[in-house]
């Protein structure tokens, strides 16, 4: 059975024009972060769909790497970057694939872990604190709603888990609300900005 772990989900729901997440542009909060320029920083975008941002890191002067395991979603963030950043668009699993050289000083997150089932959360973020530098930044977008597995995703945080689930290795240093949320996400979404510390158990 295809289920969201499987790429065959997404892949379908793309196919079908069936994918209310999608912003068709960059969002506010992220342009905003996107004024202090990259200097060459490495980005990681995890379930990046139709890739919106990823040239807007790249313009911001981010070296950036994207990947996806749809091969639609892969084919159109491609095709919407240009033969020049498309060499930075993967097909793979995020969970699974070997990223080559070294780890990034970023990772941006939207729409990703609520695409996820609420069971792999802890090996979510244990990849993010593998992938990413002591010091570098989680950035990104998150959705706070007390998960309801029989509906499907998203699948929401219920308020103090995004905490629990994070606080093993990172910081929150911003936590805004967001004011230009698509109609799935309106109300209860949050910009958010965590820094990869050293603490393990
Ligand atoms: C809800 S969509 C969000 C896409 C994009 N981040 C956005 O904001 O439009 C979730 C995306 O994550 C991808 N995805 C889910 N699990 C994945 C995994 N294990 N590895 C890579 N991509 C994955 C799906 O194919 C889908 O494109």
Same mark, same amino acid.
């Given at each position: 059975?295809?289920?969201p772990?499987?790429?065959?989900?997404?892949?379908?729901?793309?196919?079908?024009?069936?994918?209310?997440?999608d912003?068709?542009?960059?969002?506010?909060?992220?342009?905003?972060?996107l004024?202090?320029?990259?200097?060459?920083?490495?980005?990681?975008?995890?379930?990046?769909?139709?890739?919106?941002?990823?040239?807007?890191?790249?313009?911001?002067?981010?070296?950036?790497t994207?990947?996806?395991?749809?091969?639609?979603a892969?084919?159109?963030?491609?095709?919407?970057?240009?033969?020049?950043?498309?060499?930075?668009?993967?097909?793979?699993?995020?969970?699974?694939? &070997?990223?080559?050289?070294?780890a990034?000083?970023?990772?941006?997150?939207?729409?990703?872990?609520?695409?996820?089932?609420?069971?792999?959360?802890? *090996?979510?973020? &244990?990849?993010?604190?593998?992938?990413?530098?002591?010091?570098?930044?989680?950035?990104?977008?998150?959705?706070?709603?007390?998960?309801?597995?029989?509906?499907?995703?998203?699948?929401g945080?219920?308020?103090g888990?995004? &905490?629990?689930?994070?606080?093993?290795?990172?910081?929150?240093?911003? &936590?805004?609300?967001?004011?230009d949320?698509?109609?799935?996400?309106?109300?209860?979404?949050?910009?958010?900005?965590?820094?990869? *510390?050293?603490?393990?158990e």
């Amino acid at each position: 059975m295809s289920t969201p772990n499987h790429p065959e989900f997404w892949n379908s729901r793309y196919l079908k024009d069936d994918t209310p997440w999608d912003f068709d542009g960059v969002p506010a909060d992220l342009k905003e972060f996107l004024q202090k320029k990259g200097r060459g920083a490495k980005v990681l975008i995890p379930g990046c769909g139709s890739g919106y941002e990823i040239q807007a890191f790249a313009e911001a002067d981010y070296e950036v790497t994207a990947i996806d395991f749809s091969p639609f979603a892969v084919d159109r963030a491609k095709r919407m970057v240009g033969p020049d950043l498309a060499k930075n668009v993967l097909l793979g699993d995020f969970f699974q694939y &070997d990223f080559p050289g070294e780890a990034f000083d970023l990772i941006y997150e939207r729409a990703f872990v609520c695409s996820i089932l609420p069971d792999r959360r802890q *090996t979510y973020r &244990d990849r993010l604190a593998q992938l990413l530098k002591y010091r570098g930044l989680l950035i990104g977008y998150y959705y706070y709603k007390k998960p309801v597995l029989s509906e499907g995703p998203p699948y929401g945080f219920a308020w103090g888990t995004a &905490d629990d689930l994070f606080s093993r290795y990172f910081l929150l240093v911003k &936590d805004e609300p967001v004011n230009d949320s698509l109609p799935i996400f309106a109300g209860r979404e949050r910009w958010q900005e965590r820094r990869r *510390t050293s603490i393990q158990e």
